[in-house]
């Protein structure tokens, strides 16, 4: 069965820590992604991996970072979190190419609470 | 950039027929594709259109017009489990989603 996995599902964290979220496919995916999903706004892109060591911003990276050494894990960086950080985040992996080959696949999620 | 529109929600009844609509611009255009959302839920994939045309899938279609920058969504004989959100995608390279159509079925 296809696999992402995020590391966690709820994190509480405070006001300028620095925050990892880390995310696994077992699929052997070039592409990875982050996400954050706020109501009424939908998915945002956050930030976009195509392969090791590679990324590229997505429409609101500001106050984020990501590292992606293996390519099967692509972390998500919040360098010092602060409240408008509160979300849900979400990671999806998916291989390049056309047709039905682009469906990405999404881990559960983690909900982060930044206080 | 790229930007894609869709209606933030709709509401039919059961055994109905809905359709979500989808407009985007953007440049660089492979294809569009859609995803359903429960609560609570993650996203997942439902269909992808790369060329013109109607793509078929049970009870779903998607359709795309790349001259008109327009898809959507069909859902046939709606049932209460078809209750979520659905977005558009815009693939081509990254994965830009639209801020997705609350779908509720009404009994």
């Known amino acids: 069965d296809v696999k992402v996995t995020q590391s966690s599902r709820y994190l509480v964290k405070r006001t300028g820590e620095k925050v990892f979220l880390e995310c696994v496919q077992d699929m052997d995916h070039e592409n990875m992604f982050w996400y954050r999903q706020d109501p009424g706004l939908g998915l945002r892109l956050i930030y976009f991996s195509y392969d090791v060591k590679m990324k590229e911003k997505g429409d609101i990276p500001e106050g984020y970072s990501v590292s992606r050494e293996k390519k099967e894990r692509f972390s998500l960086i919040l360098e010092s979190a602060s409240t408008n950080q509160t979300s849900m985040y979400l990671c999806a992996s998916s291989s390049p190419g056309q047709g039905r080959g682009t469906e990405a696949f999404f881990g559960q999620g983690t909900r982060l609470t930044v206080v | 950039g790229q930007s894609l529109e869709q209606p933030s929600e709709v509401t039919a009844v059961e055994g109905a027929i809905v359709q979500i609509n989808c407009t985007y611009q953007?440049?660089?255009?492979?294809?569009l594709s859609w995803y359903q959302q429960h609560d609570g839920g993650a996203p997942t994939f439902l269909s992808y259109?790369?060329?013109?045309g109607l793509e078929e899938t049970g009870r779903f279609s998607s359709f795309l017009s790349r001259s008109d920058s327009y898809g959507y969504l069909l859902l046939q004989e709606l049932q209460m489990k078809d209750s979520a959100s659905y977005f558009c995608?815009?693939?081509?390279?990254?994965?830009?989603f639209g801020q997705g159509t609350e779908l509720s079925v009404k009994p």
């Open positions: 259109n790369a060329l013109d």
């Open positions: 953007t440049s660089g255009f492979y294809g």
């Open positions: 995608a815009y693939q081509g390279g990254k994965l830009i």
